[in-house]
C-alpha cells in the first residue's frame, strides 16, 4: 500500500510549506509519468531510512515535472564536496568522511536486510 508521506502529488505537504527542500527530476514532465512497481519499493526504502549521515527522502512529485525530494543540505553534499577543486581536503577529514561512509553502510545493510 502507497502511503501519503510518499507520493506527494502537485504541492508539497502543509509540514514542508517553508522549508527548503531539494528536487531531483526524474523525467520530463509528461502525462504518462509512472513509477513502476520495483521503483516504489526502492524509494519506500529509501525512504524508512533515518540516519545522521543519510540524507532523508521527503517524497515523489509525480504530478508536472517528476522529480524525488530530498531534504536540503546546507553545507552542500558529499558530491558537492569531493568535485570542488578549490576544497582541500586534509588526512583528518578523510579519514572523518571514511568513517562516516562505513557506518552508513553498515547501517544500510542491517537496515535493509532486516526488512
Known amino acids: 500500500m502507497l502511503s501519503k508521506e510518499i507520493v506527494v502529488k502537485r504541492c508539497l505537504s502543509s509540514d514542508?510549506?517553508?522549508?527548503?527542500?531539494?528536487?531531483?527530476?526524474l523525467a520530463e514532465p509528461s502525462d504518462s509519468f509512472q513509477l513502476k512497481a520495483k521503483a516504489m519499493t526502492v524509494l519506500e526504502t529509501i525512504h524508512g531510512l533515518r540516519h545522521?549521515?543519510?540524507?532523508a527522502l521527503i517524497g515523489c512529485l509525480t504530478d508536472g515535472i517528476p522529480a524525488l525530494v530530498w531534504e536540503y543540505c546546507s553545507r552542500g553534499s558529499l558530491h558537492d564536496i569531493i568535485k570542488q577543486q578549490d576544497i582541500k581536503l586534509d588526512w583528518a577529514f578523510k579519514l572523518s568522511l571514511l568513517t562516516d561512509l562505513v557506518r552508513v553502510?553498515?547501517?544500510?545493510?542491517?537496515r535493509v536486510d532486516s526488512g
Request: glycine share 4%; net charge positive; with cysteine.
Open 105 to 110: 553502510r553498515k547501517y544500510c545493510h542491517l
Open 52 to 55: 545522521e549521515n543519510i540524507n
Open 16 to 25: 514542508l510549506q517553508g522549508d527548503l527542500v531539494h528536487l531531483r527530476k
